[in-house]
């Protein structure tokens, strides 16, 4: 089984930086489309940025210009560095990745469990 494992969360105060970071691990092929959404309680779910394996970078317009997406595809891992957080920011940030696994045809949409990151006033 593939797993995606968050780290990197955490509080801070309105203007300081986060680094986020998921690691894959597990019966990996390839990971294509690989992405962090936000969830704040209450809330539904939100995308704050994607990666393609290529490296095209898509932004949610509330976060475009302050985070910043990206990826090592030797060590199967993407992050999400966050500056001049607000604390409109603050949710639980989840990791989301299309693996290819062995011996697999298709891809497969996986979630990671989360981090929390809160972002005081």
């Known amino acids: 089984q593939v797993q995606l494992v968050e780290s990197g969360g955490g509080l801070v105060q309105a203007g300081g930086s986060l680094r986020l970071s998921c690691a894959a691990s597990g019966s990996i092929f390839g990971l294509e489309t690989m992405g962090w959404y936000r969830q704040a309680p209450g809330k539904q779910r939100e995308l704050v940025a994607t990666?393609?394996?290529?490296?095209?970078?898509t932004y949610a317009d509330s976060v475009r210009g302050r985070f910043t997406i990206s990826r090592d595809n030797a060590k199967n891992t993407v992050y999400l560095q966050m500056n001049t957080l607000k604390p409109e920011d603050t949710a639980v940030y989840y990791c989301n990745a299309d693996i290819y696994q062995m011996a697999v045809l298709v891809p497969t949409n996986y979630w990671g469990q989360g981090t929390q990151v809160t972002v005081s006033s």
């Open positions: 990666i393609t394996s290529g490296g095209r970078s």
